[in-house]
């Protein structure tokens, strides 16, 4: 029997109870206001469509700049003309590439350089993404690196799992972040091929790649680059390379949604994209608002991986000095 779709109304106040009860910045929010202005955008609509601007407008009031909606065939909803979405802009500007890693300096002491892009897409795409880094991997390994690179800069999001999968091998078993709901730290962890969540049910895996290169143990001076374009699931991997002994971030701040966004689907199809949890990392400190570098070094017009890109240039100068 299909699934009975509620009017305008019912669908609102159902959007309403999801997102006030799970969503993460709701104590901050003063619901008898913002209940009573969502309910005047409705005040003459009849289908669950019509709610959308009313529903964007809640998320809108969160304040986490990372909640969204989509419709069911997966078009954004676009926020009223009304509200005025306060993200930082310093993430609407694309980072210019030259490049996609390789071998750094192929003399006496050559340096490995990998580049984690976002990825969103199907099953396929995704375990071709995280072969793909592993390759990357597996090349700077048989070139006999002393020190890494992992490129994080312009990492737009999209799925964290093939991320920490592909980069696994290298960064080591265990658990890498957390997400952190209220008082509670829910583990995510990589091990042998495996990334996921640890919850109450116990080891959830969220992403697996069977025939991918064996973990190793590596203690490798590493350089993390991350800019104002390391976004939402890039700041996830990010994190997760936090605390790793002999590694020193560079670049300049990520873009600030370092929250997990929950996907709620709605009697339409519709779909909210909810930030439910911040993240942690594996000493249990929160990032709430991005990731600062250890030594932050402004980009210019150079594009990254460029010759003379000033990021790696310092990143070089510090792999050589922990060694």
């Not at 340096?111 to 199907?122: K, L, N």
Request: hydrophobic share 35%; glycine share 8%; proline share 4%.
């Amino acid at each position: 029997m299909p699934r009975k779709v509620a009017n305008a109304q019912q669908y609102l106040d159902a959007a309403l109870r999801k997102i006030e009860s799970r969503a993460l910045n709701r104590k901050d929010v003063k619901w008898s206001e913002v209940r009573e202005h969502a309910q005047s955008m409705i005040e003459h609509a009849m289908k669950p469509s019509e709610a959308y601007p009313a529903i964007t407008y809640v998320l809108s009031q969160l304040n986490d700049h990372h909640s969204f909606m989509k419709t069911r065939d997966g078009r954004a909803v676009a926020f009223p003309s009304d509200v005025k979405r306060t993200f930082d802009d310093r993430s609407l500007q694309p980072t210019l590439r030259k490049g996609t890693g390789g071998i750094l300096r192929s003399d006496a002491s050559p340096i490995g350089h990998v580049v984690v892009s976002g990825v969103i897409g199907d099953k396929y795409k995704l375990s071709s993404y995280a072969q793909n880094l592993q390759k990357q991997i597996k090349l700077c390994r048989a070139h006999g690196v002393s020190g890494w690179i992992i490129d994080l800069r312009g990492n737009q999001g999209g799925n964290m799992w093939p991320m920490l999968v592909g980069l696994g091998p290298l960064i080591g078993s265990g658990t890498l972040g957390y997400f952190v709901y209220g008082d509670i730290f829910i583990p995510w962890y990589y091990r042998q091929g495996l990334s996921g969540v640890i919850n109450a049910r116990g080891e959830c895996v969220n992403f697996a790649l069977s025939n991918g290169m064996s973990d190793f143990i590596d203690q490798s001076p590493m350089a993390v680059l991350i800019d104002r374009n390391t976004v939402s699931s890039g700041e996830a991997v990010t994190i997760s390379l936090k605390c790793r002994t002999r590694t020193r971030f560079f670049g300049e701040r990520t873009a600030g949604l370092s929250t997990c966004n929950e996907s709620i689907k709605l009697s339409d199809g519709a779909q909210l994209f909810l930030t439910t949890a911040a993240e942690a990392d594996r000493n249990k400190r929160v990032y709430s608002s991005g990731i600062e570098p250890d030594v932050t070094i402004e980009q210019g017009e150079v594009p990254c991986g460029a010759p003379n890109d000033p990021v790696i240039a310092a990143a070089l100068q510090w792999i050589d000095s922990a060694r």
